[in-house]
């Protein structure tokens, strides 16, 4: 059986538990490729138009795996930490997809709740039960994926440049470098390294969102404003530049408090959709870098 | 203290019951117009939704006419609305502007100490004892549901009646003379005056009006500047519509929605399509369509604001139940940019389709 897992949106984050499971379920997986011109027009040409432009990305992922798998998955994945909401498009990311691409091969995509392990369990249960799997084999997979999901440690922390900038944004905007024309290959040419927010601690970022009004009720929110809140404060960082697709919902929430935090620190907000041009986009990068060298 | 609130369809009235009921001072902001858009625009985050802007506006104008102290209802996600009160305080405190918040949130956020304390705050400028309060919220209680009875039977009738325009001449009556009186019990008694009146209207049985069913995201559905007076129109073109969304329903729903009995018959119908919530009305929106073609409506028009992220999950599904149904659903959105003229056409499109497919001009297949 091959088991068809888009490259697009949080797989990036959490493939290796994802392709560890099925393959100890005794699965072949095949990946999508990376996102290419091709996987965005099909994304495009699928997906409803007021859609951002990951999930469109993620569209034509689904797409280019027809016919190469039997089983295609689509991570609804509802809650990553325990009270809050990832984003409303993910909790319908299988009702969009099923029902805007034609001829999909069956999906797997039960609900994921992932903030205790527990609850994730039920979801492999579920999916595993789908390729007809026993319990045991499906409880052994299980603990491997987890415990190769646990070694996996994404993020960037460059040393050795003369600046540093941190990156900010969700996952899928950072780690995709057809989304973003290859950002950060081009700002380390600048001599600029990253930082991201994946290397900055848990517990760090969970002290800054408590400068909040309100507790953010997205994971996205939380990690993106602790993160950024803390740079701006320990001053560790030369500027920020935030990568946000066009009309996206939390994004529009986030950049607004992260703005009202950050006090001078400098500060650049790339927007991304299918139309963005490179050149305009190069123009912004090396037009904050000198100024952040002129400061 | 002067009190406001932002406008959310017919709620002014309520709120005007309450806090006449309450003896507290209010400023109901003008009825949202195109000052209240620009002022809105110009002073929000370019990105966020239609609603917030609308409700910018709506506090300035309100300032202008010397409210202090803003109340605003909360929600915690995953739709942006939970978000609006911090950013909105935020904008103020930029501006130096001094309009205090109170933000009136679900108690399992908040914890009921914390939610008695913010209520306790307007409260307390009542001079009126315990049981007069508590009888003036149920008179808004009753107000509100009035109001949205009123509004329905209304936009149902206008497909029937024999003189053009009565139904809405009626409602639009009601809602002057409403805002017109200072004692909630007059306007009770004003309110059931013209449903009375909606009950005895001249109809016309045997008209076979085009009947559609208005879905989407509640606020652009309930507020009529921020969807071009779409109501009022249909109206005018002798339709008769429902919209299953109203303030009253809201309450209802927020407040059977820890116990799981919420909108069962909405969600019910939703469940071919989407089985899991996802924020915001978009389950309902999905299951209202599904519910409107098996109660023999001729279509559907979902509204919602640029960007709004539930909507656009469901709007994805909305051309299968179409398909599957054969049932028209047509997708509107709005934002600060919206033209008038652009807007209208696709209704009156939408109509004229509807009207020819009954009288089978266009084969259907």
């Given at each position: 059986?091959?088991?068809?897992?888009?490259?697009?949106?949080?797989?990036?984050?959490?493939?290796?538990?994802?392709?560890?499971?099925?393959?100890?379920?005794?699965?072949?997986?095949?990946?999508?490729?990376?996102?290419?011109?091709?996987?965005?027009?099909?994304?495009?040409?699928?997906?409803?138009?007021?859609?951002?432009?990951?999930?469109?990305?993620?569209?034509?992922?689904?797409?280019?795996?027809?016919?190469?798998?039997?089983?295609?998955?689509?991570?609804?994945?509802?809650?990553?930490?325990?009270?809050?909401?990832?984003?409303?498009?993910?909790?319908?990311?299988?009702?969009?997809?099923?029902?805007?691409?034609?001829?999909?091969?069956?999906?797997?995509?039960?609900?994921?709740?992932?903030?205790?392990?527990?609850?994730?369990?039920?979801?492999?249960?579920?999916?595993?039960?789908?390729?007809?799997?026993?319990?045991?084999?499906?409880?052994?997979?299980?603990?491997?994926?987890?415990?190769?999901?646990?070694?996996?440690?994404?993020?960037?922390?460059?040393?050795?440049?003369?600046?540093?900038?941190?990156?900010?944004?969700?996952?899928?905007?950072?780690?995709?470098?057809?989304?973003?024309?290859?950002?950060?290959?081009?700002?380390?040419?600048?001599?600029?390294?990253?930082?991201?927010?994946?290397?900055?601690?848990?517990?760090?970022?969970?002290?800054?969102?408590?400068?909040?009004?309100?507790?953010?009720?997205?994971?996205?929110?939380?990690?993106?404003?602790?993160?950024?809140?803390?740079?701006?404060?320990?001053?560790?960082?030369?500027?920020?530049?935030?990568?946000?697709?066009?009309?996206?919902?939390i994004d529009s929430v986030i950049i607004e408090l992260v703005k009202e935090r950050i006090g001078n620190m400098p500060f650049m907000v790339l927007k991304v959709d299918e139309h963005t041009g490179e050149a305009g986009l190069d123009t912004r990068i090396e037009a904050f870098i000198d100024m952040i060298w002129r400061r | 203290m002067k009190v406001t609130?932002?406008?959310?369809?017919?709620?002014?009235?309520?709120?005007?019951?309450?806090?006449?009921?309450?003896?507290?001072?209010?400023?109901?902001?003008?009825?949202?117009?195109?000052?209240?858009?620009?002022?809105?625009?110009?002073?929000?985050?370019?990105?966020?939704?239609?609603?917030?802007?609308?409700?910018?506006?709506?506090?300035?104008?309100?300032?202008?006419?010397?409210?202090?102290?803003?109340?605003?209802?909360?929600?915690?996600?995953?739709?942006?609305?939970?978000?609006?009160?911090?950013?909105?305080?935020?904008?103020?405190?930029?501006?130096?502007?001094?309009?205090?918040?109170?933000?009136?949130?679900?108690?399992?956020?908040?914890?009921?100490?914390?939610?008695?304390?913010?209520?306790?705050?307007?409260?307390?400028?009542?001079?009126?004892?315990?049981?007069?309060?508590?009888?003036?919220?149920?008179?808004?209680?009753?107000?509100?549901?009035?109001?949205?009875?009123?509004?329905?039977?209304?936009?149902?009738?206008?497909?029937?009646?024999?003189?053009?325009?009565?139904?809405?001449?009626?409602?639009?009556?009601?809602?002057?003379?409403?805002?017109?009186?200072?004692?909630?019990?007059?306007?009770?008694?004003?309110?059931?005056?013209?449903?009375?009146?909606?009950?005895?209207?001249?109809?016309?049985?045997?008209?076979?009006?085009?009947?559609?069913?208005?879905?989407?995201?509640?606020?652009?559905?309930?507020?009529?500047?921020?969807?071009?007076?779409?109501?009022?129109?249909?109206?005018?073109?002798?339709?008769?519509?429902?919209?299953?969304?109203?303030?009253?329903?809201?309450?209802?729903?927020?407040?059977?929605?820890?116990?799981?009995?919420?909108?069962?018959?909405?969600?019910?119908?939703?469940?071919?399509?989407?089985?899991?919530?996802?924020?915001?009305?978009?389950?309902?929106?999905?299951?209202?369509?599904?519910?409107?073609?098996?109660?023999?409506?001729?279509?559907?028009?979902?509204?919602?604001?640029?960007?709004?992220?539930?909507?656009?999950?469901?709007?994805?599904?909305?051309?299968?139940?179409?398909?599957?149904?054969?049932?028209?659903?047509?997708?509107?959105?709005?934002?600060?940019?919206?033209?008038?003229?652009?807007?209208?056409?696709?209704?009156?499109?939408?109509?004229?389709?509807?009207?020819?497919?009954?009288?089978?001009?266009?084969?259907?297949?």
């Amino acid at each position: 059986m091959i088991i068809g897992i888009p490259k697009g949106l949080l797989y990036y984050d959490y493939y290796p538990f994802f392709e560890s499971f099925f393959q100890g379920l005794g699965a072949n997986t095949v990946t999508s490729e990376d996102t290419n011109k091709t996987i965005l027009d099909e994304g495009i040409k699928h997906c409803v138009d007021e859609a951002c432009l990951p999930v469109k990305v993620f569209h034509g992922h689904v797409a280019s795996l027809r016919g190469k798998s039997d089983l295609i998955l689509i991570p609804r994945i509802m809650q990553i930490s325990q009270g809050e909401y990832i984003c409303p498009k993910f909790c319908g990311l299988p009702e969009m997809v099923k029902n805007s691409i034609p001829d999909l091969p069956t999906t797997i995509d039960q609900p994921i709740y992932a903030a205790s392990r527990k609850e994730l369990f039920n979801w492999a249960k579920d999916s595993g039960g789908l390729m007809g799997a026993s319990q045991k084999m499906i409880r052994s997979s299980f603990d491997e994926a987890l415990e190769i999901q646990s070694r996996h440690n994404p993020g960037i922390k460059d040393e050795n440049f003369k600046y540093t900038i941190a990156l900010g944004g969700h996952p899928y905007n950072i780690y995709d470098k057809f989304i973003n024309m290859n950002i950060i290959e081009k700002l380390n040419q600048m001599d600029v390294g990253i930082l991201t927010e994946e290397r900055v601690g848990e517990e760090i970022k969970n002290e800054e969102v408590k400068f909040l009004y309100k507790k953010p009720f997205w994971t996205f929110a939380r990690n993106s404003f602790g993160f950024l809140s803390y740079v701006s404060k320990e001053k560790n960082v030369d500027g920020i530049i935030y990568i946000s697709s066009f009309a996206c919902g939390i994004d529009s929430v986030i950049i607004e408090l992260v703005k009202e935090r950050i006090g001078n620190m400098p500060f650049m907000v790339l927007k991304v959709d299918e139309h963005t041009g490179e050149a305009g986009l190069d123009t912004r990068i090396e037009a904050f870098i000198d100024m952040i060298w002129r400061r | 203290m002067k009190v406001t609130a932002p406008h959310f369809g017919n709620v002014y009235l309520a709120a005007k019951a309450l806090f006449d009921g309450l003896g507290i001072e209010y400023i109901i902001p003008p009825m949202n117009n195109k000052i209240a858009l620009e002022l809105g625009s110009k002073n929000s985050p370019e990105e966020m939704c239609l609603p917030y802007k609308i409700m910018m506006g709506n506090f300035f104008l309100a300032l202008e006419n010397g409210a202090d102290t803003a109340i605003l209802p909360g929600s915690c996600g995953p739709c942006r609305f939970g978000k609006y009160a911090e950013l909105q305080m935020n904008s103020f405190n930029r501006l130096g502007v001094d309009l205090e918040f109170v933000v009136i949130d679900s108690p399992g956020e908040l914890g009921l100490t914390e939610l008695f304390t913010r209520i306790n705050k307007i409260s307390s400028q009542s001079e009126r004892s315990r049981y007069m309060q508590l009888k003036s919220l149920l008179k808004a209680k009753k107000v509100m549901n009035l109001i949205d009875e009123i509004e329905a039977k209304a936009h149902f009738l206008s497909g029937y009646e024999k003189n053009r325009g009565e139904a809405k001449e009626i409602l639009s009556s009601c809602k002057i003379q409403s805002l017109d009186t200072d004692s909630p019990d007059e306007m009770i008694k004003i309110m059931e005056y013209h449903r009375n009146k909606l009950q005895h209207m001249e109809i016309d049985e045997d008209k076979k009006p085009i009947k559609i069913a208005i879905i989407g995201e509640i606020y652009t559905i309930i507020e009529p500047f921020s969807n071009f007076n779409l109501e009022e129109k249909l109206m005018d073109f002798g339709v008769s519509f429902s919209r299953k969304l109203t303030p009253s329903w809201w309450i209802k729903d927020l407040l059977l929605k820890p116990i799981r009995l919420n909108s069962l018959k909405i969600n019910r119908s939703a469940n071919e399509y989407l089985s899991i919530g996802v924020g915001g009305h978009g389950r309902e929106c999905i299951g209202e369509a599904v519910l409107a073609s098996k109660e023999g409506y001729d279509g559907a028009i979902q509204v919602f604001p640029l960007g709004c992220m539930p909507e656009i999950v469901s709007k994805a599904i909305l051309p299968t139940i179409s398909t599957e149904k054969d049932f028209p659903i047509m997708s509107l959105v709005v934002d600060e940019m919206s033209g008038e003229a652009g807007f209208i056409t696709r209704v009156e499109a939408f109509i004229d389709l509807l009207e020819r497919r009954r009288s089978n001009v266009l084969p259907r297949t």
